[in-house]
C-alpha cells in the first residue's frame, strides 16, 4: 500500500506561482511512475503531468512550458512547480502513482486562481 500527501495549494493572483508537493510512502518510490491530476468544479479529472523513473516528463498541452513535475528520489517527494497561472488553473491537485494493479491517490490540494 501507498499512502500519497500533498500540500503547497492555496490562493494566487494570475500571474503568479505555486509549488505543489507530494511525499509518498514505501521504500520503491524510484521506480514509480508519478502523476499530477487536477479536477475542476464539475469537470472530469485531467491528467497534468507525469514523470518517470528517468525523470522522463510529459504534459497536457494546457500546462506546457508553465508547469514542471520533477522528483527528488531520497526525499520519495515528487513536485509540480507552476508558473504563470491563470484562472482556469483552478482546481484540486491529487497526486497518483498506480503500483500492483491499484491506483493511489493523495487527498488534495485546492488551487484557486485569482484574475
Known amino acids: 500500500q501507498v499512502q500519497l500527501v500533498e500540500s503547497g495549494g492555496g490562493l494566487v493572483q494570475a500571474g503568479g506561482s505555486l509549488r505543489l508537493s507530494c511525499a509518498a510512502s514505501?521504500?520503491?518510490?524510484?521506480?514509480?511512475?508519478m502523476r499530477w491530476y487536477r479536477q475542476a468544479p464539475g469537470k472530469q479529472r485531467e491528467l497534468v503531468a507525469t514523470i518517470f523513473s528517468s525523470s522522463t516528463t510529459n504534459y497536457a498541452d494546457s500546462v506546457k512550458g508553465r508547469f514542471t513535475i520533477s522528483r527528488d528520489n531520497a526525499k520519495n517527494t515528487v513536485y509540480l512547480q507552476m508558473n504563470n497561472l491563470k484562472p482556469e488553473d483552478t482546481a484540486v491537485y491529487y497526486c497518483?502513482?498506480?503500483?500492483?494493479?491499484?491506483?493511489?491517490w493523495g487527498q488534495g490540494t485546492q488551487v484557486t486562481v485569482s484574475s
Open positions: 497518483n502513482v498506480f503500483v500492483k494493479g491499484e491506483n493511489y
Open positions: 514505501g521504500s520503491a518510490f524510484s521506480i514509480y511512475i
